[in-house]
């Protein structure tokens, strides 16, 4: 983990070094952090799933092309945003890049502020799944700290069930039911039924990236 990768940082696959070379400088030109490779296998060598930002990444190379690059990072649960670029894109290609989770595909020449604008939304969007990623493991983190019972009662309270209706159901005194509910309430942190509810169903609620939501 390195050791400022809170900071958004540019990754950049191209096998042809004046473009990377160009783009590094562009790039660095607005105050962005950059990395470029010569090859898929040496961004994969070094990419940290914990650091937020975008991948520019070049259709055809050689050894590891830039599809098979986004296939393999599917394969491992990441979805970091992916901007293609390419000197000899053709309509399959970006069809296959779109259906694949990209978020843009420029053909080489493309209009430089055209690309900064999509690099600043590629990040945006990054740090925004990362928040919310963040706020559903926090939630998840809370519910694995109850006990089965209180799951089940917690279960129980979200579909709108009484404490004497619960109760009922678990085969327990409206007493102990009451007990459940204040230690749930305590360890979710919550203020109120509602807000209990409302935490529960938001960390269910796919996300944006659902192939990354899985709460580890």
Do not use: W
Request: net charge negative; with cysteine; glycine share 4%.
């Amino acid at each position: 983990m390195g050791a400022n990768n809170s900071t958004p940082l540019v990754y950049l696959v191209d096998d042809e070094f004046s473009i990377r070379d160009s783009l590094t400088l562009l790039i660095e030109s607005t105050g962005q952090r950059i990395r470029s490779f010569e090859s898929a296998e040496a961004f994969l060598n070094s990419y940290d799933p914990e650091q937020p930002g975008c991948l520019l990444l070049d259709v055809r190379m050689p050894a590891m092309t830039g599809h098979e690059l986004q296939n393999e990072l599917l394969k491992r649960d990441i979805n970091i945003p992916i901007i293609f670029i390419s000197g000899h894109a053709d309509i399959a290609d970006s069809a296959k890049a779109f259906r694949a989770g990209a978020v843009d595909f420029l053909e080489k020449p493309f209009d430089t502020a055209v690309l900064l604008d999509r690099i600043n939304e590629a990040i945006k969007k990054d740090l925004a799944f990362r928040e919310e990623f963040a706020k559903k493991r926090r939630i998840q983190d809370r519910i694995n700290h109850l006990t089965p019972r209180e799951r089940e009662v917690l279960g129980l309270i979200v579909k709108s069930h009484s404490n004497k209706e619960s109760a009922k159901i678990l085969n327990i005194s409206n007493r102990t039911v009451d007990v459940h509910r204040a230690s749930i309430m305590e360890k979710m942190q919550a203020e109120n039924v509602a807000e209990l509810i409302t935490m529960v169903m938001y960390c269910e609620t796919p996300s944006s990236r659902s192939k990354e939501e899985k709460f580890r």
